[in-house]
């Protein structure tokens, strides 16, 4: 079993675990540009059935409180950011042979309790979806939200802030 954690997560284990993702329509807008002084995307790798499950118990109250503070970002999303600033969630993309991996969607609409938009991130190694492609899902599939600004400083990302401080300890 191999996965890579932080924006972009990937987990080989032979099963689709709860596959609710779907397609979103393609006419939805491209992803935002972010500032050139956006922290950089550092995926975690976690090797081996015991490792991926210390990285998921290590992340859980992280994704609990990233989900708990999620309903507030949603509303400012709605309500209209400010010019500049971007609305991202993290999801897991599964495939038909097993691999999951957490990717970062560009926030197009929020509407009956689900997010469409663009996945916004290199895809490493689930199949089937590449950076841009639309996708839609359940809000209940949230895993990480955040809130990019143009003078490169984010608001949320609480698992993404977690996994670089954990990466750091655990290389």
Known sequence: MCMRWASSIILSSGICIGCGGGTAPATLPPNPALSPNAPPDRPVNAEGGAEVERVRA???????????????????????????????????????????????????????????????????????????????????????WLISKSDGTEEGNVVGKFLDEFQKVHR
Do not use: C, W
């Not at 197009?108 to 991130?121: K, L, P, Q, Y």
């Open 58 to 144: 290590a992340i859980a109250p992280y994704v609990e409180q990233a989900r708990k503070s999620y309903p507030a970002a949603r509303d400012r999303y709605l309500a209209g950011l400010p010019a500049g600033q971007h609305f991202f969630v993290v999801t897991e993309l599964h495939d038909a042979s097993g691999t999951v991996e957490r990717v970062f969607v560009a926030v197009a609409a929020i509407s009956d309790h689900r997010i469409t938009g663009r996945i916004a991130n290199e895809i490493i190694g689930v199949k089937g979806f590449k950076d841009g492609d639309p996708y839609s899902f359940p809000e209940s599939e949230l895993v990480d």
